[in-house]
């Protein structure tokens, strides 16, 4: 059972069951039903349910406050409860807002990978250190030393379509997680590579850039057989279709069946159509890159060196390097070398300087944690942990890296490096650029200088312009120089001691008993102080990260670096403005730092829409502190000193 499943499943039966539900939203701390009869509903069975806080009846609506966790329930409620989000604005502003194809690519594949990244970064070191083993003779790859430290490092990168299964079914919100796993088994299921290596029984579309062997039919449908291990896209596309599969079943099955009935049908279905679909188009696209990179190649060396270089990251992503993997074979075995295929050679390297600037310039130890392994593998070939754990979600240094392998490929073009024989990668692919039938080395030196080139255009291109502070500010002639004008240059920077919580507005100070909301007045959601704004911005009030940011801009919840988790609520019940008077300056997930402009808001809006803007600054976790004291002044300004937490 998920963790709010139960609670969930609680408050809807306690409401009155879904069909007593008109509408269902949520802000920053409360469940908002419009229920077709409040008097259904139980309202002291809800306050005791175990994650709510109370119950509060207000405006038409029936509020089940949960506080910080209220998004997970929400978002419970829909998935297992039946309840369509109606009304929720604010909500739906999020939901619907169009996303750009490539944020939606980026923000997918980071989360799937996040829950994975120290395996992928200590598997990319296991196989670096094997290679390095290898190279200095230290390990010979026929012995069972050898054989056993491969499988130790290969495993995962091998069986990869499983793991990500898992963590695909989680960002998805699959219902039995067990499922997907078991799709991703399907993919790396040794018996299909034993049918790959067999005899075809026929050919689908001979003659042309599409023709496919064909091993095995299903129901008379041929199937095209693929190479799944370590692919990534084919699984992520195949859980996403699962998702929609399996929430089908669970729509139309009895609930005694349901347990063992929806995995059944689910797996029946989308195995063969991963196997008949998904294989297909990979393939096809794959041939379809092959062919593109062949040509260009005739055309221009250069410019396709250019364009080989630059892709292939996003080609190995989606699995479309299978396509051009066959054109270097081919290559090798007819004419002696590849010099096609081979001019992605310098991505490895323009993505390890990409990451060696960032570990030069992150304070993120985190980030760091990652990027180290992440380059040490990088050197050896595996850049795997390098680009899902530290470029990719950074976009731009992804980009950054493409560029880089762009200009690689097109030096080893122009310098006419080819690959003779299949061996290491990273530093141990360049004995593979000697020619074997005359012994020249000059390949070998030119790889060299290619790797060089392009590890510095990485580095370059990283190093002035990375910051591990990418948020939105307010832009430069929309500074608001008369709210600076009555601060003090001291005060205009405060140092942010231990403990210290600095006004994030200016206004007149009012006690949390007096705050015109029994949610916030009782203490409920925490201790702190509140302010009746005379200006309408909300400025950081320490160092912090957004954990928080409701899209209609009304409420932004904090975790300061001395582990104060904040909440900033402008006004009361202003989440029905849908954000009309609020613009947002940062996202959830950026650093900030004191006295940086988070959100600005409009008070006369407020108060013409009939609402108070008395806005609460709240320590909601202040069971880790010994002692909340707000200061005992009557009126205040940004920055100067406001709440301080005794640990």
Same mark, same amino acid.
């Not at 075809?200 to 129901?219: D, K, R, T």
């Not at 762009?406 to 141990?428: E, N, P, R, S």
């Given at each position: ?6 609670? @969930? ?35 002291? =069975?809800?306050? +005791? ?9 207000? +405006? ?96 995962? !990168? ?27 088994? =399907? ?22 850039i599409f023709a496919s062997p064909i091993h095995i039919e299903f129901l008379g449908i041929p199937v095209l057989l693929m190479n799944y291990a370590s692919s990534v896209i084919p699984i992520i596309l195949a859980i996403w279709v699962a998702v929609r599969v399996e929430r089908f079943f669970l729509g ?56 080989i270089g630059f892709f292939w990251q996003i080609f190995v992503m989606f699995g479309l390097h299978w396509g051009l993997v066959p054109v270097m074979i081919n290559n090798i075995s007819v004419l002696g070398s590849d010099p096609v295929v081979i001019t992605m050679f310098g991505t490895t390297f323009a993505?390890? +300087? ?54 690689? +490929?097109?030096?080893? @073009? ?40 392009? !590890? ?54 009012? @006690? ?112 880790? !502190? ?7 002044? @009557? ?13």
């Amino acid at each position: 059972m998920r963790k709010y499943e139960q609670l @969930a499943a609680d408050i809807v039966k306690n409401v009155g069951g879904k069909e007593n539900v008109n509408a269902l939203a949520h802000c920053i701390t409360r469940l908002r039903f419009k229920l077709k009869d409040e008097g259904k509903a139980d309202t002291e =069975a809800i306050k +005791g349910l175990d994650g709510v806080v109370t119950v509060v009846q207000s +405006g038409g609506q029936y509020q089940v406050v949960i506080g910080n966790a209220v998004g997970e329930v929400y978002d419970e409620i829909l998935l297992s409860q039946g309840i369509k989000a109606i009304g929720d604005k604010g909500k739906e502003a999020e939901e619907e807002a169009p996303k750009k194809p490539l944020d939606l690519f980026v923000d997918t594949v980071s989360g799937i990978f996040t829950p994975v990244l120290g395996v992928l970064a200590a598997s990319g070191m296991l196989k670096g250190m094997l290679a390095l083993l290898t190279a200095f003779g230290m390990v010979e790859s026929n012995s069972g030393t050898y054989q056993v430290l491969n499988v130790l490092s290969d495993a995962f !990168f091998f069986f990869l379509p499983i793991f990500l299964g898992l963590t695909a079914a989680r960002k998805f919100r699959m219902e039995n997680e067990f499922t997907a796993m078991a799709i991703g088994a =399907a993919l790396v299921y040794p018996s299909l590579e034993v049918l790959r290596a067999g005899v075809p029984l026929y050919e689908v579309f001979g003659g042309s850039i599409f023709a496919s062997p064909i091993h095995i039919e299903f129901l008379g449908i041929p199937v095209l057989l693929m190479n799944y291990a370590s692919s990534v896209i084919p699984i992520i596309l195949a859980i996403w279709v699962a998702v929609r599969v399996e929430r089908f079943f669970l729509g139309v099955m009895p609930t005694i069946f349901k347990s063992f009935g929806v995995p059944f049908c689910t797996l029946f279905v989308m195995i063969p159509l991963t196997l008949l679909v998904v294989g297909p188009i990979s393939t096809w696209l794959g041939q379809l890159v092959g062919a593109a990179a062949t040509g260009i190649f005739a055309l221009s060396p250069v410019l396709a060196g250019l364009f080989i270089g630059f892709f292939w990251q996003i080609f190995v992503m989606f699995g479309l390097h299978w396509g051009l993997v066959p054109v270097m074979i081919n290559n090798i075995s007819v004419l002696g070398s590849d010099p096609v295929v081979i001019t992605m050679f310098g991505t490895t390297f323009a993505q390890i +300087g990409v990451v060696l600037a960032i570990i030069l310039r992150t304070k993120d130890q985190k980030l760091k944690s990652i990027a180290i392994p992440g380059f040490i593998s990088g050197i050896f070939g595996v850049t795997e942990p390098a680009i899902y754990g530290v470029t990719l979600p950074r976009k731009k240094y992804f980009i950054i890296s493409c560029i880089g392998g762009a200009i690689g +490929g097109a030096l080893m @073009a122009l310098l006419d490096v080819q690959l003779f024989i299949f061996g290491g990668l990273g530093v141990f692919e360049y004995p593979c650029f000697i020619n074997p039938a005359t012994n020249d080395v000059s390949g070998m030196y030119n790889g060299m200088i290619v790797s060089v080139v392009s !590890f510095a255009l990485g580095f370059v291109m990283t190093l002035p312009i990375y910051k591990d502070e990418e948020a939105v500010t307010a832009p430069v002639g929309k500074v608001i120089a008369e709210e600076r004008d009555s601060v003090t240059e001291e005060e205009a920077a405060p140092v942010t001691g231990s403990g210290i919580l600095f006004s994030p507005l200016t206004g007149k100070l009012v @006690a949390m008993a007096d705050v015109p909301d029994e949610v916030f007045s009782s203490g409920l959601l925490g201790s702190g102080i509140a302010v009746d704004p005379s200006k309408g911005r909300v400025v950081a009030p320490a160092d912090a990260t957004v954990t928080t940011l409701f899209p209609t801009g009304h409420a932004i919840g904090l975790t300061t670096d001395t582990g104060a988790e904040l909440l900033i609520h402008i006004g009361m019940d202003t989440v029905k403005m849908d954000g009309d008077g609020f613009k947002s300056y940062v996202n959830q997930g950026d650093r900030v730092k004191a006295g940086q402009c988070l959100i600005e808001f409009d008070i006369d809006k407020i108060k013409a829409a009939g609402y108070s803007a008395i806005t609460p600054v709240i320590v909601t976790n202040k069971d880790s !502190f010994r002692e909340i004291v707000p200061v005992q002044e @009557a009126n205040i300004k940004e920055q100067e000193k406001l709440i301080e937490v005794i640990v």
